[in-house]
């Protein structure tokens, strides 16, 4: 599995993770003081559907391309559309960019040199938003506390290393650290239940309070080698998120799926406030 996110642009996995992600940043927009988003994973920004690697996978004809425009998905699609889908489809900095207000301002971190190039190019003129070319766990210690006091981290690394899972609860601990009133909103997949079971008890015994877990699954998570579902973690989600998250994924999973055993949404409150 290629992990670089050109191969896999407009999957389910993006469908869950971009519509809970707005959702959350609707959340903090209902205050008027600025706030700060720090995309620490961030990719290219944007995707050509037409490009070699999104031809060579077709993700997207199983992910946003068979959505419907339901209510609990409608902002999600109008950016999608906006961003020029089904030619286009964007990244988390370019739906993030799309909502911020402009008191408001974001940090993306890419490694990548590609990636981090398009960027750049992306966001060249843009006073609202700094692109890095850095280590997104490095990048947690350097760039928090945001000034702004209110803000939310979005991690979603690749996961083609060993040890994922642990550099994600070692990252939401230090971001609760250093600045515990952030949202943060970290993505993990799916594929068979014993990491995911050893990452949520790793997060229980972590320290950090107040604890979401959204998933989506398509398939019973028992092959290793497949993509069976996907997952966001979510730590001091807004009033109200909890809720909202359950319909979002309710649209997604009616839309997503094919009845297969094993299929389904979960909405659990992993620790207490």
């Known amino acids: 599995m290629n992990y670089r996110h050109a191969f896999h642009a407009g999957n389910h ?5 971009h519509a809970l992600l707005l959702a959350l940043l609707r959340g903090l927009a209902r205050k008027p003081a600025a706030f700060a988003v720090l995309d620490a994973h961030a ?5 050509d559907m037409a490009a070699p690697e999104a031809l060579r996978t077709g ?3 199983r992910g946003a391309a068979r959505l419907q425009p ?3 998905l409608a902002e999600y699609l109008a950016l999608v559309a906006d961003a020029g889908f089904p030619v286009h489809y964007p990244g988390s900095p370019a739906l993030i960019r799309a909502v911020m207000r402009p008191q408001d301002r974001m940090v993306c971190c890419e490694l990548h040199p590609e990636d981090h190039a398009a960027l750049r190019r992306l966001f060249a003129r843009d006073a609202q938003v700094a692109v890095h070319k850095r280590d997104g766990w490095e990048a947690l210690g350097a760039l928090l506390p945001f000034p702004e006091k209110r803000g939310l981290v979005l991690l979603d690394p690749p996961f083609e290393r060993e040890g994922e899972f642990e550099r994600m ?3 939401i601990s230090l971001i609760n650290r250093r600045m515990r009133g952030a949202v943060i909103a970290a993505w993990y997949p799916i594929k068979h239940r014993a990491p995911v079971r050893a990452f949520h008890h790793a997060l229980h015994e972590s320290g950090v309070r ?3 877990d959204c998933a989506l699954t398509l398939r019973e998570p028992t092959d290793p080698q497949r993509l069976n ?3 966001l973690i979510v730590v001091n989600p807004p009033f109200g998120f909890e809720l ?3 319909g979002i994924l309710g649209a997604l999973i009616a839309a997503l799926g094919y009845g297969e055993p094993g299929e389904g949404v979960d909405v659990t409150r992993l620790v207490e406030e």
């Open 13 to 17: 996995a993006d469908c869950l993770k």
């Open 43 to 47: 990719g290219r920004g944007t995707y």
């Open 59 to 61: 993700e997207v004809a």
């Open 70 to 72: 339901v209510p609990a």
């Open 169 to 171: 609860v070692a990252g």
């Open 210 to 212: 107040d604890i979401l």
């Open 229 to 231: 579902g996907s997952g």
């Open 244 to 246: 909202e998250a359950a």
